[in-house]
């Protein structure tokens, strides 16, 4: 291949090409560490990753078809409403995205239980049937919308509402998601080998933000807005027939011995507690308690950052030129690349420095965000904006699958596991509520002149210091809790203990 042949075919396939030489490097990296020896056999390994590779890329494509929402903002606000307005302005999509949040949030008094007892496997499957039932739905009535079809009028009228209950039934459904991935990994990963576990969890997440934005920005422009919503579908329903074949809740249901993983309730071989006492047992769990409010702080930081750095250096960029830059154009692959990068840090300090502790992962990585978070306030409008958020991003995802995806196996146990992701990962989303309702009030609306591009208060960079300003006291929240867990570990039941 000539020199102009590899760079036309290195600028066509630029992205995904990036993204797998850093997953070749990382897993170059996870195999050379030392081993983490708890007794597996080749066989049981290779059976571990068919378990959750179908099962993690579904998460991951759950991730796309939740944060569609954000890429069809950029078609709906294009087009006006009846009065004039845009149709999914910055008030509208905080308010429509904090309903959708919220429900996923209080979705784990619900499913949580509903995990434990029916499984993780049975949560997937409910789960992606449930949302790409809703992201056909969504699909649907933008394509009425977009040709004027049956129920215009009614759409138009009503779109924040219809919008905000359509979104909220997709966002319980999505809450199925980290609850099932937990619940059936808790019995395949020992507590010692869960910090790569979280590792994994967080290059999940990363290859799903980056389905969501690159290959969801890719789809609108190429195939229009419809597509956005149909595209999650049609995946979800494929990684559907994929999981009912091969995922299994545990070794035992796919040939292999169960084995003892040493978490919060090995050794427990009484009944099973109803849900009611395992809540209660859950919310007098100092250790789960803090966990939980340090992610309803990485909630709302996660989500700052993610919906918002793109609308404001959309709506600022006559005066900021930010939608040219580097990281506006391949937003996308960068959150992808950082949260790979902020998981696999984590996992490996957590596993291999500080032996198993979550703790203190979680404190060193919400330093990183306190000091950027400062530091952003005062530098929002300049280049620098761009390798902060990037910067901010590696942390949080870093945090996010430390707590949600590992330490939530770790201190609920694998008996009670998927109520207590459901708290720690609803609190995530009550966080997300809040940052969207925050939003919501304190940034500026846009306006639209006649051809449809956006004038007045959301073009002055200005008017934005409330997006950074905002994030400073949720990081030092999270820093101060994340110290004072530094030290947990879960203890086993002493019927474990003494063997």
Known sequence: MSGSGLESFWSTYEEPLSILLLLATVTLVIARLPKIDVGHTKPFRRRRVMNWLPLGLTYAFL???????????????NIAALDGSALMGNADFGWIFGVGTFVYGCSFLINGPLTDRFGGRFSILVGAAGVAIMNLIMGLISYSLLNQGIGYTFITTHFVALFSLLYGLNMYFQSFGAVAIVKVNAAWFHVRERGVFGAIFGILISLGIYFAFDWGYSIL?????????????ALLTLFWLLDAAVVRDLPSQAGHADFDTADATSGDHGPQLNPVQVFGLMLRNPIIVTIALIEFCSGFLRQAIMQWFRTFAKQTDVVLGLKSSYVYEHWGLLLCCAGIMGGVIAGVISDHLFQSRRGPVAGLLYGVMLVSAIVLRFTYQTWAVGFLVILMSMAVIGVHGMLSGTASMDFGGQKNVGIAVGI?????????????????????????????HIIGPATDPANWSGWPAAMIPFALIGAVLAYRVRNAKPKPKPSQAAA
């Open 424 to 452: 720690i990962d609803g609190f995530v989303y009550l966080g997300t509520a809040a940052m969207s309702i925050t939003y919501a009030w304190i940034l500026p609306e846009e306006q639209l002149d006649s051809a449809g």
């Open 221 to 233: 422009e190429s195939f229009g807005l419809v597509w956005v919503f149909f595209v999650p579908a």
């Open 63 to 77: 991730y796309m078809g939740r944060y569609n929402l954000k890429v069809s903002k950029f078609a709906f606000e």
